[in-house]
C-alpha cells in the first residue's frame, strides 16, 4: 500500500471534498428557505446528543415541540424567523431529557411535600422549639399541600442534636396543631411521633397493646401513649393515618411526585407498580394537566390481568400511559428479604445461619405470569435483586420465549443487584433487558460489603461492567421513593461507584460519563419502546431536554455529583427552572428526607409481618397499598 497520494490525487480529492460540502451546503439552504422558521434555536454552549453519529453539535432548533433541525450555529441559523427566540445556553450543557427508568412517581411525592426537620448543615432544627417553630412555618407556607395530604408532616429530626436531648411527644406537636393531624418521622426512619389527632386517627389509646415488633411509648406516670412510636407500631399507625387519603389528595401526591422529577431533569417518569384502581386517578391528574411530564405506569399482574391487557398502550392520552405488567419475585437486598442462591454474609441477630431470604412469589406464579406475559404481547418488568429470585426469572422467561417465539416484547429485569456473571449472560441471551442500581453503591455499599454478601460479592452488585462487555444496553434508575430521584447522583455512582465511605466497590464494574449519560437517556427510551421519539437529540424526535450547569464529560468525575439541573424543557416548553432560591442546603435537605424515607421503607420491609403474595415485601409497594388502602375513586372523584 502506497503512503504518500500524488499531488494530481491530492488536488482532485481537495476539489471533490469542496464540491461535495458546497453542494451539501446549498442543499441545506434549499431545505431550510422551504422550512417554517424554527419556534426556538439552542445554542451557546455543549450540546450532547447521545447519538453516535452526530454526538456534539454546536445548536439545536425546535419548531411545534419537535426538533427541526442540529448541527454547527450557521446551520441551524438558516431556520431563525422574525418570531424565532435564541436561547443562550451560557456555557452550560444541553442534553436529552432524562428517562426514569424505574421510580414510583406517585410515591415520590412523599418526598416534595414534608417540612425538613434536619440539624445543621443541612436544616436549622436545634431544639423542640425551633422543630415546632419549623414546622408551624411549613403549615403557614403549604397550606395547599397541607390541605391536599390532611396533615402536617416532617422528615429528620434527631434526638441526639436536639438541646433538649429527648424526643418531642404528642403535647409538643398538639402545640403545633391539636385539630390537624402532625406526625414528624426521626432520622434514623425507625420512629416517629404523632400529635394527640394523628394518634386519635390512627386508633391508638391506652388501651392499645404494642404490636410484634413495635412499642408504643407511654407517660411515666399512666398507660398513656406519649405519641412516640418505634418500629411497627409506627409504621402500621403511618399507614392508617394515610388510608385516610382521598381521590383529590391521591392526586396532588402524585402530582407532586412528577413536578420533583422534573426538578432532577427527567421530562419521563415512570410508576414502576401501580393497581387497576390507582390508574385512574393517576389519569385523571394527566388529563387536568397537573403532571408536567410524561408518565408510563406498570400495573402489577397479580392483581388484575383483564385491565391491563385491555389499557395496555405505546400512545400517551395526555402524557399517562400504561406500559404493561409489573411482577415483584423478592424483596430488598439492604434489608435481607432478597431471595439468594446461598447464604447471607452476616445477617441479623436470630437468622439461622443458612437464611437466604425467600421469594415474595411462588414458582408457579412466577412462571405463569411470565407465560401470560408472552401469550398477550405485554410489556412485563420484573423486580428481582437475590440470584435465585434472577435464576427464576430466567427459567420462566426462557419457557415463555419457547412458546411464543419471534415478538419483541422486551421483559426488563428490575434491579438485579445481585447478579452473577453467567446470569447477565442469559440476559443477553434472552434479551432481557437490564435495568440497574447503581445507585445503591453510593447509599448502600458500605453495608452489602460488611452485611448482606461481604467483601468479595460486594464488588459486583449492579454489575455494569459485565453488561458492557457483552455489549448490551442497560438503563439506571433511582427507586425513588427508596432513595432520592437525584439525577445526578444517579450518575456520578454509575461512574464512580464511591460508597458513603469513599470507597469504591468495585472498580471493575465502572463505565465512563457517556456510557452512564446513555443509561439515563436513550437505552432507557429503548426500554420503554420509546426510542424513535426520545433519548437523543435528532431532527424529528421531541424537544425534551435537561440543561446542566457544567459539561459532565468533562469535569472531574469525583465531582459529578455537584453538577445541578438548570433547566429542565418538555416538549419545547420550560417546566423548570432553577432558580437563587433553589440553594444547596434545600436540595440537600430534600435529598436527606428522602434517605430517611428510603431507610424506613426498606426496614418497614424488613419487620413487615404481612408477607402474602399481594404486599410482595417491597418497600414502594407496601407504602402504596398502605396509603391507599380502601380509595376506591368514583367518577366524581376523578373530576377533581
Known amino acids: 500500500m502506497r503512503q504518500r497520494e500524488t499531488k494530481l490525487e491530492r488536488m482532485t480529492s481537495i476539489a471533490i471534498h469542496s464540491l461535495a460540502t458546497l453542494l451539501g451546503t446549498l442543499l441545506l439552504s434549499q431545505a431550510a428557505i422551504g422550512a417554517e422558521a424554527a419556534d426556538q434555536i439552542w445554542s451557546g454552549g455543549t450540546v450532547l446528543t447521545m447519538n453516535d453519529d452526530q454526538p456534539r453539535v454546536e445548536a439545536v432548533a425546535v419548531k411545534d415541540g419537535q426538533i427541526l433541525a442540529l448541527g454547527s450555529l450557521d446551520e441551524v441559523e438558516q431556520y431563525k424567523g422574525k418570531e424565532t427566540t435564541m436561547q443562550d445556553l451560557a456555557g452550560r450543557t444541553l442534553l436529552p431529557g432524562f428517562v426514569d427508568a424505574h421510580g414510583h412517581a406517585f410515591m415520590i411525592g412523599l418526598q416534595a411535600i414534608s417540612a425538613n426537620l434536619l440539624s445543621a ?310 434479551d432481557i433487558f437490564p435495568s440497574l442500581f447503581p445507585m445503591h453503591t453510593f447509599y448502600w455499599g458500605d453495608w452489602h460489603r460488611v452485611r448482606t454478601v461481604g467483601p468479595v460479592n460486594a464488588d459486583n452488585i449492579s454489575p455494569t461492567g459485565w453488561v458492557r462487555e457483552r455489549g448490551m444496553m442497560f438503563s439506571t434508575h433511582h427507586d425513588a421513593p427508596v432513595a432520592f430521584p437525584d439525577s445526578m447522583r444517579v450518575l456520578s455512582a454509575t461512574v464512580t461507584r464511591r460508597t458513603r465511605s469513599g470507597d469504591i466497590l468495585g472498580p471493575d464494574q465502572r463505565v465512563d460519563v457517556m456510557t452512564a449519560l446513555k443509561a439515563m437517556t436513550i437505552w432507557p427510551a429503548y426500554q420503554h419502546f420509546e426510542e424513535s421519539k426520545k433519548g437523543s437529540i435528532e431532527r424529528g424526535k421531541l424537544a425534551d431536554f435537561v440543561i446542566l450547569s457544567m459539561d459532565p464529560t468533562v469535569v472531574d468525575p469525583e465531582t459529578l455529583h455537584q453538577v445541578k439541573v438548570s433547566q429542565t424543557i418538555k416538549n419545547g416548553k420550560t417546566i423548570y427552572r432553577r432558580g437563587d432560591s433553589d440553594d444547596d442546603s434545600v436540595q440537600s435537605a430534600n435529598a436527606a428526607a428522602g434517605d430517611v424515607l428510603g431507610r424506613m421503607l426498606n426496614h418497614w420491609q424488613r419487620t413487615n409481618e404481612e408477607r402474602d403474595g399481594n404486599d410482595h415485601n417491597h418497600g414502594p409497594d407496601l407504602l402504596m397499598t398502605a396509603i391507599l388502602s380502601g380509595l376506591a375513586p368514583s367518577q366524581a372523584d376523578l373530576k377533581h
Open 121 to 430: 448543615p443541612d436544616g436549622n432544627v436545634t431544639d423542640i422549639g425551633s422543630l415546632k417553630k419549623t414546622l408551624e412555618k411549613w403549615s403557614k407556607d403549604h397550606g395547599d399541600t397541607r390541605k391536599a395530604i390532611g396533615m402536617i408532616m416532617g422528615f429528620g429530626y434527631d434526638d441526639a442534636q436536639l438541646a433538649e436531648q429527648r424526643h418531642p411527644t404528642r403535647w409538643d406537636l398538639d402545640v403545633v396543631s391539636n385539630d390537624v393531624p402532625v406526625l414528624i418521622i426521626h432520622q434514623s426512619g425507625h420512629l416517629g411521633v404523632m400529635n394527640s389527632k394523628a394518634l386519635e386517627l390512627a386508633g391508638i389509646t391506652a388501651d392499645t397493646k404494642n404490636p410484634d415488633g413495635g412499642i408504643i411509648r407511654r407517660d411515666a406516670n399512666s398507660q398513656e401513649p406519649n405519641g412516640i412510636l418505634e418500629e411497627a407500631a409506627f409504621f402500621s399507625a403511618l399507614a392508617k393515618q394515610f388510608s385516610k387519603m382521598t381521590a383529590a389528595q391521591a392526586q396532588s401526591l402524585f402530582e407532586q411526585g412528577a413536578q420533583l422529577l422534573s426538578q432532577y431533569g427527567y421530562t419521563t417518569g415512570q410508576e414502576g407498580r401501580a393497581t387497576s384502581a390507582i390508574v385512574p386517578l393517576m389519569q385523571a391528574a394527566a388529563t387536568a394537566g397537573r403532571i408536567p411530564i410524561d408518565v408510563v405506569t406498570y400495573v402489577d399482574v397479580m392483581e388484575n390481568r383483564d385491565f391491563i391487557v385491555k389499557n395496555a398502550s405505546q400512545t400517551y392520552t395526555d402524557g399517562f400511559r400504561i406500559g404493561g405488567a409489573k411482577l415483584t419475585i423478592d424483596g430488598s437486598p439492604q434489608g435481607f428479604t432478597a431471595f439468594r442462591d446461598r447464604p447471607y454474609y452476616n445477617p441479623p441477630a436470630g437468622y439461622r445461619a443458612d437464611y437466604r431470604g425467600y421469594p415474595a412469589v411462588t414458582a408457579d406464579e412466577t412462571f405463569d405470569a411470565i407465560e401470560w406475559a408472552y401469550a398477550n404481547d405485554v410489556q412485563i418488568i420484573t423486580h428481582a435483586n437475590g440470584e435465585a429470585a434472577s435464576d427464576l426469572l430466567l427459567a420462566a422467561v426462557r419457557t415463555a420465549k419457547a412458546k411464543h417465539p419471534s415478538k419483541d416484547r422486551r421483559a426488563v429485569l428490575i434491579h438485579g443487584q445481585f447478579l452473577r456473571k453467567d446470569q447477565v449472560a442469559s440476559l443477553d441471551e434472552l
